[in-house]
């Protein structure tokens, strides 16, 4: 395995020596660490490596300045102003304006926070029913799953994690639904942990995926995206960058 992933990581290193002929724009989540998150005027994270990295072996240069909040950076897929989307759950609107490649390129777990004493059983979304419930603005955790809550649920939609933690603590929703390593992540740095814990069972064990606006003149790239996604190692490449990634969001947080 060992000898699979390092050839998986000189095919990348190799392909970051390419003259880039093209610059394909693109955009994430602003703050979904260890995927991705604004680091000064950039983009970084896992997706943010990956998506560099796959264009690169397909001889393009990679642009990702920030471009503002998360449902700005859709906004723009849509309109074509930004070619890429670097990794998002696939929902019917999306797909509407976006060509989604058709491997993930990672998978994410949706999880659900609730305050210390105050965890409930929870098997089904039907467990969930006529409970307080936050997400934050522009976030979808699949068509379906964002039908139910927003149907079954007294739903608040907030800005960012402090905004719903403290939101959560003070009792003013029953649950918080994020992703649950970015959750953990920011929930420790704010000094949640001694009040706010996580359900066992995630919501979702979703597929993130990269995708292609419509508008844009590089969805013909797709196809050679997917062949690279399922090279040997490349799972394993994702783990490692997870690993990473969180260490440099650590670091680069924790004085703040």
């Known amino acids: 395995m060992r000898r699979i992933i390092a050839g998986w990581v000189m095919a990348c290193l190799f392909a970051g020596n390419a003259l880039?002929?093209?610059?394909?724009?693109?955009?994430?989540?602003?703050?979904?660490?260890?995927?991705n998150w604004r680091s000064g005027d950039k983009?970084?994270?896992?997706?943010?490596?990956?998506?560099?990295?796959?264009?690169?072996?397909?001889?393009?240069?990679?642009?990702?300045?920030?471009?503002?909040?998360?449902?700005?950076?859709?906004?723009y897929v849509e309109s074509g102003r930004i070619d890429?989307?670097?990794?998002?759950?696939?929902?019917d609107t999306r797909k509407g304006y976006s060509t989604f490649a058709a491997r993930p390129m990672g998978n994410n777990?949706?999880?659900?926070?609730?305050?210390?004493?105050?965890?409930?059983?929870?098997?089904?979304?039907?467990?969930?029913?006529?409970?307080?419930?936050?997400?934050l603005d522009g976030v979808s955790i699949g068509q379906g799953n964002d039908v139910f809550l927003e149907a079954n649920t007294m739903l608040y939609r907030m800005e960012n994690r402090l905004q719903a933690f403290r939101f959560l603590e003070a009792g003013r929703a029953d649950f918080f639904v994020t992703g649950k390593q970015i959750g953990l992540l920011q929930r420790d740095l704010h000094h949640f942990e001694d009040r706010i814990?996580?359900?066992?069972?995630?919501?979702?064990?979703?597929?993130?995926?990269?995708?292609?606006?419509k508008k844009s003149s590089f969805s013909g790239y797709l196809d050679q995206i997917d062949?690279?996604?399922?090279?040997?190692?490349?799972?394993?490449?994702?783990?490692?960058?997870?690993?990473?990634?969180?260490?440099?969001?650590?670091?680069?947080?924790?004085?703040?």
């Open 197 to 213: 814990t996580v359900l066992p069972r995630p919501v979702v064990q979703g597929p993130l995926y990269i995708s292609v606006s």
């Open 84 to 91: 890429v989307n670097i990794c998002a759950f696939v929902n």
């Open 109 to 135: 777990e949706i999880s659900i926070f609730v305050r210390k004493g105050e965890e409930f059983a929870f098997t089904t979304l039907r467990d969930l029913s006529g409970k307080r419930a936050i997400m």
């Open 43 to 75: 983009i970084v994270g896992v997706c943010a490596e990956i998506t560099s990295t796959v264009f690169a072996r397909l001889g393009l240069e990679v642009s990702l300045d920030y471009a503002g909040p998360w449902s700005r950076c859709q906004k």
């Open 20 to 35: 880039a002929s093209d610059v394909v724009t693109a955009c994430g989540h602003d703050d979904y660490p260890p995927w």
């Open 227 to 256: 062949d690279i996604l399922a090279e040997p190692g490349y799972m394993q490449m994702v783990e490692n960058l997870l690993e990473k990634y969180k260490q440099v969001y650590l670091d680069e947080n924790r004085t703040h």
